[in-house]
């Protein structure tokens, strides 16, 4: 596999950074505040000269294939296009070096792009709009000649359900219904590869969060905290930084034994050793810079590639100003009947593009027994 950790290596041919500055000139780059800051060119094209190159010189095939994939990435995930109609936003702050990382790995590994769901006790039925984003980028990339994009969604409730002391009965069952209708609406979209996981909560994985916790120096910890305050349905502060930490050992450990470990419940399963991109809501990016904190402070891997989505409040909980559950719409409540929050009529709108209410019902609605 290409190593791209760093090393001395030639610098970024002068077509090659032309061609990536362009795709990342005015990507919206995100901070603490909601206030998106266009990429200027010119930091465009500071940032990809401080990437990381091959540590040792390809070959010349691999060098093209290299400058093939970059320009495919970038394009497919945070180009013009998947900003103008693929429901995506932009990047996190600190988010081009990972992207980079991940460009240029995806040129000799398969590429995951994988979008993980929090516990809910009522998952809304615009929960499924959140893989539209990730179905959209690899259509985009099979479209452009790139080969074994997979999408990977991780239902995390049986973990996080567990850190914020929701009701480990009821998340479980909703956890079931999001992920059959899912595995429908995947296989209806396909062609596309795909695989739907749910996380396990064994006691090491538990142990694990509390030395993650126990690490943190007084000021990491006050840091954290002042980020994620009102976040992520804590009540206390021990179970914030459990649920901050938890994003770590998710997304940042995968070849480490404190890793998570997930079931596939629908689907192929994901590729091994593939170059990830994670596809996540606006709020994603504060949980993406803790853990970087984490990282700084305790010794864990820099948080890899994060583009986010337009979607304002996490897909997998019901919006405050008015919602639609996933199970009311399958018993047949349509949309109409009661108001609904900004944020949940324009998720919603990514699925009525696609289907209407109707002929979706009608995919999404068999036992959910039969969908393994």
């Known amino acids: ?118 516990a809910s006790t009522e ?54 219904l999001l992920g059959h209708c899912l595995q429908r609406l995947l296989c209806f979209l396909g062609p596309v590869a795909h695989s739907v996981y749910r996380t396990a909560a064994p006691p090491r994985v538990l142990e694990a969060l509390t030395e993650l916790v126990a690490a943190l120096p007084a000021e990491g910890r006050a840091r954290i905290l002042c980020r994620l305050d009102g976040k992520g349905g804590a009540r206390h502060e021990e179970q914030t930084l459990r649920y901050a930490a938890a994003h770590v050992l998710v997304h940042d450990r995968a070849h480490d034994r404190t890793r998570v470990p997930l079931v596939l419940r629908h689907g192929t399963p994901a590729p091994a050793d593939p170059a990830v991109i994670d596809v996540g809501s606006l709020q994603e990016r504060h949980f993406h810079e803790v853990r970087r904190w984490f990282a700084a402070s305790t ?41 609904l929050a900004a944020a949940a009529r324009h998720d919603l709108r990514q699925l009525w593009d696609l289907l209407p209410p109707g002929p979706l019902r009608q995919i999404l609605d068999a036992p959910v027994a039969a969908a393994r």
């Open 299 to 339: 010794g864990a891997d820099d948080p890899g590639a994060l583009v986010l989505t337009r979607h304002s409040v996490p897909p997998y909980t019901m919006a405050r100003g008015g919602d639609l559950a996933l199970r009311d719409f399958l018993d047949g409540r349509d949309h109409e009947e009661e108001p």
């Open 1 to 118: 596999m290409l190593d791209v950790s760093g090393g001395a290596a030639p610098p970024l041919g002068k077509k090659q950074e032309n061609l990536l500055a362009a795709i990342l000139r005015g990507v919206p780059v995100l901070g603490h505040d909601n206030e998106a800051r266009p990429l200027a060119e010119e930091e465009a094209r500071r940032l990809l000269r401080a990437a990381p190159v091959p540590a040792l010189a390809p070959s010349a095939e691999e060098t093209a294939e290299l400058n093939r994939t970059r320009p495919r990435v970038l394009h497919a995930v945070v180009g013009p296009e998947a900003r103008r109609t693929g429901y995506v936003h932009g990047l996190p702050c600190h988010g081009v070096p990972p992207l980079l990382r991940a460009a240029a790995a995806a040129a000799r590994a398969p590429l995951v792009l994988r979008v993980v769901y929090g």
């Open 123 to 176: 998952v809304p039925l615009r929960a499924l709009s959140y893989v539209l984003p990730a179905v959209r980028m690899a259509a985009r990339l099979t479209g452009s000649g790139h080969p074994g994009c997979h999408v990977q969604v991780v239902l995390a409730g049986p973990l996080s359900g567990r850190l914020n002391a929701l009701c480990e009965e009821r998340v479980a069952e909703q956890t079931e």
